[in-house]
C-alpha cells in the first residue's frame, strides 16, 4: 500500500529565501505526482503535475522534481514571499486505482 | 461555474443526525472525487465518479455513508446517524475527463462538526 510522507511538518522561513520542500512515497509504481497548495479554511489548488515520464516541472518560483527510483518528490519554491504562506501537499495517482493517495502536508510561512 | 461549489460550507449536527453535504462541480467535467480530510492531514479518499457511474467507493468508511451523481452533474454524500468520528472537512473536485487525466479543481470543502 502506497504511503506518502512529508518532512518537514511545519517550515518557516525569511522573505527572499529559497527553499525546499520534501515528498516521499513507498511505491515507486505511480502515474503522476502532484502538488497542492491549501489556504486556511480553503480548498486545494494544483501547483504542478509531474507525469511518471517527466523529472519536472516549472511554473514561474515553482519547481518540482521526480525521482521514481528513490521515491522522492522536491518543491522548490524560489525568492519567497510572504503570500506563499500556506499548506503544501503532495499526492500520488497510481495506474491501478482512482485513488490520490496524500502526504500529511507542510505548513510554510514566510516572514516579512 | 466558474469553480467547484460545495455547499454547506459550514454544518454542525447532533450525533444521530443525518447531513447531506452538496458538490457542483465544474460544468462538463466527467469526473468527479469525495475526500474526507481530518485536521492537521491530508485528505483521504472517499468516492469517484465517473459521469453517473460510481466507479470506486472502496474509501466511504462504514454503510452509514452514501454518494450519488444521479445525472451525471451534481453530486451529495449523504451520512446517516452522524457520529463524532465523523467531524471533519469534505472536499469534492472535478476534472475534465476521465481518471488518469491529470488537474483536479477543488471546491473550498463543507467542515462537518458532530457534537
Known amino acids: 500500500k502506497q504511503e506518502v510522507t512529508q518532512i518537514p511538518a511545519a517550515l518557516s522561513v525569511p522573505e527572499g529565501e529559497n527553499l525546499v520542500l520534501n515528498c516521499s512515497f513507498t511505491?515507486?509504481?505511480?502515474?503522476?505526482l502532484q502538488w497542492f497548495r491549501q489556504d486556511p479554511g480553503k480548498g486545494l489548488t494544483s501547483l504542478l503535475l509531474i507525469q511518471s515520464s517527466q523529472r519536472e516541472q516549472t511554473s514561474g518560483r515553482l519547481n518540482a522534481s521526480l525521482d521514481k527510483s528513490s521515491g522522492r518528490s522536491t518543491l522548490y519554491i524560489a525568492a519567497s514571499q510572504p503570500g506563499d504562506s500556506a499548506t503544501y501537499l503532495c499526492a500520488t495517482e497510481s495506474y491501478s486505482n482512482y485513488q490520490l493517495i496524500w502526504g500529511a502536508g507542510t505548513k510554510l510561512i514566510i516572514k516579512p | 461555474g466558474a469553480g467547484v461549489s460545495q455547499s454547506p460550507r459550514y454544518k454542525v449536527a447532533k450525533r444521530g443526525q443525518d447531513v447531506a453535504l452538496r458538490c457542483d462541480p465544474i460544468?462538463?467535467?466527467?469526473?468527479l472525487f469525495w475526500y474526507q480530510q481530518a485536521l492537521g492531514q491530508g485528505p483521504e479518499f472517499l468516492t469517484y465518479f465517473q459521469n453517473e457511474a460510481q466507479l470506486d467507493k472502496s474509501g466511504l468508511p462504514s454503510d452509514r455513508f452514501f454518494a450519488e451523481r444521479p445525472e451525471g452533474s451534481v453530486s451529495t454524500l449523504k451520512i446517516q446517524r452522524t457520529q463524532q468520528e465523523d467531524s471533519a472537512v469534505y472536499l469534492c473536485a472535478s476534472s475534465l475527463l476521465s481518471r488518469l487525466a491529470g488537474e483536479l479543481f477543488f471546491g473550498e470543502g463543507s467542515r462537518l462538526t458532530v457534537l
Open positions: 511505491d515507486s509504481a505511480i502515474y503522476n
Open positions: 460544468s462538463g467535467h466527467v469526473s
